[in-house]
């Protein structure tokens, strides 16, 4: 927890100084609330013995007599250096007591107490700034952190994870920030200050504080020690629930289209029960909160008043004394019931900061070069000896693979389900790192190039097409917000999308749906292929981004990026041999080895797997191997 304040600013310390000023400053009003409120008390008992000297049981019925008779003023003068030396100012402020003073004190009193509101509102407008302030900077640096994660890290942690360290996690901990900001200092001084004063009293009262301060953190420890862990366990479980919920959500069709609605309920309600367990356990346990806190606090006031009588009995100490040690003993029971209560939010908060600081602390596996290298061959590419293994693999995903590709040229990948395809074009794209060999565009490694410059050099259209909510405009040039819309058009156009694009009531500016739901597979892969046409990069990566497109589209697209004028470098992985059978030079891919390199003729004749999955797709007249 302690970690995530090196994220407060200069300006959020400078409040927190004020803070605890003002806490110093609105103990110092409480402790003399108590005060006047002991001269309150002493006053009405003072002008009931003014109008009443009787009450005073001196002890010398005669000198009562003459109080009556010779009135307060006279007394004092006459009989007063005859009187025990601890009594004489007393009786003068009996003498001298009316109702004014009572009201005198009274003002004061309300004086202080709207100081406390005061600087009790102060301080919660800061404390809530500072918590607020701390929370954005966490949320922008974990956002600004998992966006610089590779594939590797984004394994490490779920989706659902994220999202709920992000929100939930950052929610906890800014609640906690609030509470503790405004208690956490208020109650340590206050139990000091009231610990002191009372010190001052009587010591048998002390000692009856003390033993009901101890009774106090008993009781805090123990229910830190039983609650901590399930407060572990209960964001664990909120991780599951967000999992479970988003995994519904994402695939309502799925679960629709083969009746697995009970499926899916009972899978959340497992999950929903066992949170529910655990949330039931830990509020049983903090509910023991208030009825213990109550039992030490009516337990120390009636010792206080217990032992306040003896010792008024004994004549060593006044009620107003006892009146205003209840009141402190009150402040400190107080103050520790606040502690308590940042000693049950602290453990769930610490949780949720130790999960923060997880992902702050996992550094990408993948990072910029510290000096970046001058491109040599622009759009070239070329594999030199490159294998790759997941790092929870344990085997090769990809093995020695070989291949290079020229400026303007078009090279495919063709190869069975599983067999890498896709892991060669994350290779490519830096989203993982190579374990041996070596990947070189524009003849540098691209590992001595900056992830940005090398992302900006590849227009990457991925296998499952995603677009982001808002208009088409926005989603083409999602690269480079500033793009003219004759770009857009232009890229839209060679991506056969502006066939439907101008079927939509608003054109450009129709809204898309978050991920694209509300436009067809077909149409939003056009829009993708639209969206890295826009950039005119050096390289087009293709993944699989034909698939949802009927052949005539297919064919048109194709024949459109090949008379496009940029000269650029196409890559392409496809299933159909018709999207790939044109190119200069085909990958034939299996189990993550090259099975086979050429064209297409040349891989028909000398590639055994190549030309099976031709024959399973076109004929052998289609293929022209009947001559």
């Not at 009405?44 to 010779?70: A, F, S």
């Not at 048998?204 to 229910?223: P, S, V």
């Amino acid at each position: 927890m302690f970690k995530l304040y090196k994220n407060l600013k200069v300006k959020d310390w400078i409040a927190l100084i004020i803070i605890i000023a003002l806490t110093i400053l609105q103990v110092w009003f409480t402790m003399s609330i108590i005060d006047y409120i002991k001269n309150i008390i002493t006053s009405i008992t003072y002008v009931n013995y003014h109008n009443n000297p009787e009450l005073l049981n001196l002890g010398n019925e005669n000198i009562v007599e003459l109080i009556k008779n010779l009135g307060w003023d006279g007394f004092i003068n006459n009989y007063g250096s005859t009187l025990p030396e601890n009594l004489l100012p007393t009786l003068k402020s009996i003498a001298t007591a009316s109702t004014s003073d009572i009201w005198k004190n009274a003002g004061i009193m309300l004086g202080f107490a709207a100081l406390v509101v005061l600087t009790q509102l102060i301080i919660a407008i800061l404390a809530s700034y500072i918590s607020a302030d701390l929370s954005t900077t966490i949320r922008k640096k974990l956002y600004s952190k998992v966006d610089t994660y590779s594939n590797n890290e984004m394994n490490k942690f779920a989706t659902s994870s994220l999202i709920t360290r992000t929100t939930n996690d950052i929610q906890n901990v800014q609640m906690t920030n609030v509470i503790m900001m405004r208690m956490v200092f208020t109650a340590p001084v206050t139990a000091i200050w009231a610990i002191i004063k009372i010190r001052a009293s009587s010591t048998e009262l002390t000692i009856a504080t003390a033993i009901a301060i101890i009774a106090l953190l008993i009781f805090i420890i123990t229910m830190m020690v039983v609650v901590l862990p399930k407060f572990k366990i209960v964001q664990k479980l909120i991780d599951k629930i967000n999992c479970i919920s988003r995994e519904n959500l994402t695939g309502i069709r799925v679960i629709r289209a083969f009746n697995a609605e009970n499926y899916q309920e009972n899978k959340f309600a497992t999950a929903n029960d066992n949170l529910t367990k655990t949330q039931i356990f830990t509020g049983r346990v903090m509910s023991l909160m208030n009825p213990g806190m109550m039992i030490i606090m009516n337990g120390i006031s009636l010792a206080i008043y217990w032992i306040g009588a003896s010792l008024i009995n004994k004549g060593t100490i006044d009620y107003a004394t006892i009146t205003s040690f209840s009141t402190l003993s009150s402040q400190i029971i107080m103050a520790f019931m606040t502690l308590m209560m940042m000693f049950i939010m602290w453990p769930r908060a610490s949780v949720c900061a130790n999960r923060i600081n997880e992902v702050l602390d996992t550094n990408a596996s993948i990072s910029d070069p510290s000096e970046e290298a001058s491109l040599l061959n622009q759009g070239t590419l070329e594999f030199k000896n490159v294998s790759f293994k997941y790092e929870d693999g344990d085997e090769n995903a990809l093995t020695n693979l070989n291949f290079s590709i020229n400026k303007g040229e078009t090279l495919a990948f063709i190869g069975a389900t599983g067999s890498g395809k896709t892991t060669i074009v994350n290779l490519m794209m830096r989203f993982y790192e190579v374990t041996d060999g070596e990947i070189l565009i524009d003849g540098v490694n691209v590992k001595n190039i900056s992830l940005k410059t090398l992302h900006s050099l590849i227009g990457l259209v991925p296998q499952k097409g995603f677009l982001f909510k808002g208009t088409i405009k926005e989603n083409i040039a999602l690269g480079n917000p500033t793009m003219s819309f004759d770009n857009i058009k232009e890229a839209c156009t060679i991506a056969k999308a502006d066939e439907f694009i101008n079927e939509k009531e608003n054109q450009y500016d129709f809204m898309i749906s978050q991920g694209g739901k509300n436009v067809s597979g077909g149409q939003r892969q056009r829009l993708c292929i639209a969206r890295a046409i826009a950039m005119h990069p050096e390289f087009y990566i293709f993944d699989d981004s034909f698939s949802a497109l009927d052949y005539k589209t297919d064919k048109q697209v194709r024949d459109n990026l090949k008379n496009m004028q940029d000269d650029a470098t196409k890559i392409i992985v496809a299933q159909r041999i018709g999207t790939i059978m044109d190119a200069d030079k085909i990958v034939v891919v299996d189990g993550g080895k090259i099975v086979g390199i050429g064209t297409h003729k040349e891989l028909l004749k000398n590639c055994k797997l190549y030309l099976e999955i031709a024959l399973s797709q076109l004929s052998k007249e289609e293929l022209g191997l009947c001559q």
